[in-house]
């Protein structure tokens, strides 16, 4: 056990050290190499609420050398961090841009304005003595792209008008007039062109799940794909005019008309990808460089291609791994202070032999927990965004999350007393029953561990303006509240699984099948609690592109969103086996199946809960 503790001493300066090199690089990169000023505001709008925001100065921007300026937002869900790659690549191009936290998101609490951030953020950039005025520019994801149709109808009633440009990434334009939005597609009579003079664009990708819909003669709905024949497509490309006699227009092509006298622009890019990878794209990454250079022009200009968000993300996922390592080693050197020592076990927990009946069983009990996951997955999720709380979110995640914890405790009970009592099975030996000095400590242990954890967390934030992440995985800063919010019932829900999990994996799974040396079966307990993340997005994307429809569509299940939940499996990829793998590391030093779950719970409610939509 001496060589576990020095291993653990290695591992723990590899982590600091990797933690250390996620925060200088991705800092690096989002500023420039400091050519670029980042910094945290807290706004108080016009709307009358606090937005929370960064803004990026490039130093070339000045009073007296104002430089163009774009408001970037991310979608439902998310916060102002997941436009990286745009405010990265934007500002080292001499932009200014201010990544804002919509309403209701992030570290923006207030719910005024629903989803008005956008337009409230072009207002404080057209008031800055460095921005040019007359070049401001606004683009948003998904969600976001809705807020920017939001504030270009209220641009359109403000005496004076301080947006020239629009982007829309995922997201519809506006293509009719606001009182007649009920229109179908084949309905021709009220298109309007509402953003009158300002350049507009669309990203509409190819495989996107919730916009450029329509439906098809016999009143069949048709996906993303087919957007280019549509008459909203085509009267978006005329400037707003009934498209029925006009030739057909095409994407990638910028098209020009004068509006207003003024040479106006509209032009709809078509990457095949899917809705959220659209802003971990360097397809969609490129089209808004180059359409922002095209309508609002670079004060530094770089071709398209020329990327380097990608080193941030790259580095954020260091970060991440630094984290995993982190909680392993950091846990494993406490059990060797005099305190801690008695929760550490006499030696490295072994995988016992099993015979071929407890191969069977341990195969079985894997598929069905499996496929009971994915059974209730839709049902679960659907039910808790029914509810009215907090974060629908979170709740309908940890819903799912418990209810297939208490089918792994079903399996325990069932294998326990049919099998595992019969063979002489020792709850004591194996872990599951501990005394109550013991849960005392492992409770204590699990909160320093916590604690110190996400004390990195905050150091990246307050010195880096960073935190670890990839994609839509993402452990970051929080405000106080969110700890609140995170007791109850969020953190509960989710101590059902990972604690359940880990018994279950640790205590009852925990064998030569695999390999002697127990790492096999370590990889396919992960493996087999990943499961449902890896195979469900897979068969509604092999769908989808096979078959140019989603497998499970809004109109394919009763009630809810589906294609919304299915996306939030993706992250589950690295959360789940990572969690089981976590597990299984503390467990070998400890022969405590709880430890490992308490820290995993804890840790994945705080991400849960900090990197969605909160009603406050």
Partial sequence: MDQVKKKAKIWLCIAIALLLLSMIVASAVQTSGGKVEMKRLYLETDAGFTMSAYIFVPKTATAENPAPAVVTSHGAFNNKEMQDANFTELSRRGYVVLAIDQPAHGNTTAVVGGNGGVYQGALALSRLPYVDATRIGVTGHSMGGMSCNAAVVSDNAAENQVIASVLLNCADATYVNTTNTGLSDTQTSDFANIY?????????????????????????QRSSYYFMDTANAQSFLNFGKDPTDLPTRDS???????????????????PDIIHPWSHFSAKSTSYTIEFFENTLGAPNPLPANDQVWQWKEAFNLV??????????????????????????????????????????????????????????????????????????????????????????????????????KKQGMDLAEVGVKMSPAKWGKTLLLALITVCVTVSWVFFADYFFKTDFRFWTLALKAFTPEKIGIALWPYLLLFLVYYVASSVSFNCFNFNTIGGKR?????????????????????????????????????????????????????????????????????????????????????????????NTRTAF
């Fill in 196 to 220: 009158g003079k300002r350049d507009v664009g669309i990203i509409a990708c190819q495989y996107d799940e919730f916009f450029h819909k329509s439906t098809d003669e016999n009143g069949n």
């Fill in 252 to 270: 990638y092509t910028y098209y020009h008309d004068t509006i207003d006298g003024k040479d106006t622009i509209r032009i709809i890019f078509r």
């Fill in 319 to 420: 970060g991440l791994i630094g984290i995993v390592l982190f909680v392993i080693s950091f846990t494993t050197l406490l059990l060797y202070t005099p305190f801690f020592a008695d929760l550490r076990a006499k030696e490295l927990v072994k995988p016992v032999e099993t015979d071929k009946k407890g191969k069977l069983w341990f195969w079985l009990s894997m598929i069905i927990s499996a496929i009971f996951a994915m059974l209730i997955y839709l049902p679960a999720t659907t039910k808790g965004m029914a509810t009215t709380i907090k974060q629908q979110e979170s709740f309908a995640i940890s819903l799912w999350a418990a209810g297939c914890g208490g089918f792994a405790i079903v399996c325990m009970l069932v294998f326990y007393f049919t099998r595992g």
């Fill in 518 to 610: 127990g790492l096999g079966n370590g990889l396919l307990c992960a493996l087999f609690a990943a499961a449902p993340a890896l195979i469900m997005p897979w068969i509604q994307y092999g769908c989808y592109y096979s078959q140019k429809h989603l497998f499970w569509a809004q109109t394919s299940f009763s009630g809810g969103n589906p294609p919304m939940y299915i996306l939030w499996l993706f992250p589950m990829v690295l959360i789940l086996p990572t969690a089981a793998l976590i597990s299984r590391k503390i467990y070998r030093v400890t022969r405590n199946p709880y430890l490992g779950g308490l820290i995993n719970a804890a840790i994945i409610t705080l991400m849960t809960v900090t």
